[in-house]
């Protein structure tokens, strides 16, 4: 069971947006702007897509955005397009001894 | 380019040790620190324990404590990830990732990840 609450999974149609959420405590996602989107292809490594809770490393598309309230953040998706598809973590600080948690993760369906 | 380059796929033994190296180029890499995830088959990421590779320092997460050692050396970039009394549970995708230089120090922003590598745990 992992530390973050992820949908197991999320579709949507091409154009669209979709929304994927992340609940954690008061001790992570609550606590700190420190929560991190990670982008993962089949047999790839992750990509950092949002840090610190809604900025953006350069290069990757402003259709990704993130977002926070209380204990729960969240990652939008607009426009969706084919090479969306895959999964995506969430990882938050935590001031628990685990020091970094993840979610556990959410498979996007580009329909 | 930045880059983190991983050492090849490794089988092992149950109760057996294994070591995997990260060897990091094209930035200062005492400058961030390096994290060690990991990902079993079909699961997802677990996040395993940080190394401060200009003093050494390390923090490990606590269901590693005991088995998990991380170390480097300065003088070729390279980071490990040393797990010891493997068990079939082990078996997973090793990375190493480096702390984003663009987020506050050890906060879960990992912005380079090394290639991954396979570790099989099995009789």
């Known amino acids: 069971q992992s530390a973050l609450t992820q949908p197991a999974s999320v579709s949507g149609s091409p154009g669209q947006s979709i929304t994927i959420s992340c609940t954690g405590t008061?001790?992570?996602?609550?606590?700190?702007?420190?929560v991190s989107w990670y982008q993962q292809h089949p047999g790839k490594a992750p990509k950092l897509m949002i840090y610190?809770?809604?900025n953006r490393p350069s290069g990757v598309s402003n259709r990704f955005s993130g977002s926070k309230s209380g204990n729960t953040a969240s990652l939008t998706i607009s426009g969706l397009q084919a090479e969306d598809e895959a999964d995506y973590y969430c990882?938050?600080?935590?001031?628990?001894?685990?020091?970094?948690?993840f979610g556990g993760g959410t498979k996007l369906t580009v329909l | 380019q930045v880059q983190l380059v991983q050492s090849g796929a490794e089988v092992k033994k149950p109760g057996a040790s294994v070591k995997v190296s990260c060897k990091a180029s094209?930035?200062?890499?005492?400058?961030?620190?390096m994290h060690w995830v990991r990902q079993a088959p079909g699961q997802g990421l677990e996040w395993m324990g940080i190394?401060?590779?200009?003093?050494?320092?390390?923090s490990y997460a606590q269901k590693f404590q005991g088995r998990v050692t991380m170390t480097r050396d300065t003088s070729t970039s390279t980071v490990y990830m040393e797990l010891s009394s493997l068990r079939s549970e082990d078996t997973a995708v090793y990375y190493c990732?480096?702390?984003?230089?663009?987020?506050?120090?050890?906060?879960?922003?990992?912005?380079?990840w090394g290639q991954g590598t396979m570790v099989t745990v099995s009789s």
């Open positions: 990732a480096r702390d984003s230089p663009l987020a506050v120090a050890g906060t879960s922003a990992f912005d380079i």
């Open positions: 094209g930035y200062t890499f005492t400058s961030y620190y």
């Open positions: 190394i401060n590779p200009s003093g050494g320092s390390t």
């Open positions: 008061s001790s992570d996602v609550g606590g700190y702007n420190y």
């Open positions: 610190e809770v809604s």
């Open positions: 990882s938050s600080y935590t001031s628990s001894s685990t020091y970094v948690v």
